[in-house]
């Protein structure tokens, strides 16, 4: 897998969580501790996704980190 297709299915993951939570992205961000803009790109192609983010995201969306994997 390439660093783009990994960040490209990290972000749908996170999309698709979000989504299933009925959580707007401007929520998720405030949660997380980040502009709403950082999640659009995070979403997109995984820009920005830190093992910190990471872990915020999961506590956020209640899933473990490996989740978003």
């Keep these: 897998m390439t660093d783009e297709e990994l960040g490209a299915a990290f ?14 992205r401007t929520e998720l961000a405030a949660q997380v501790g ?3 803009n950082n999640i659009v790109a ?7 996704a830190t093992l910190l983010l990471i872990h915020r995201l ?8 490996r989740d978003l994997m």
């Design 11 to 24: 972000g749908a993951r996170v999309r698709q969580l979000r989504q299933d939570r009925g959580l707007t």
């Design 42 to 48: 995070l979403e997109s192609d995984g820009t920005g």
């Design 58 to 65: 999961a506590d956020a969306l209640d899933v473990p980190p």
């Design 34 to 36: 980040l502009h709403a």
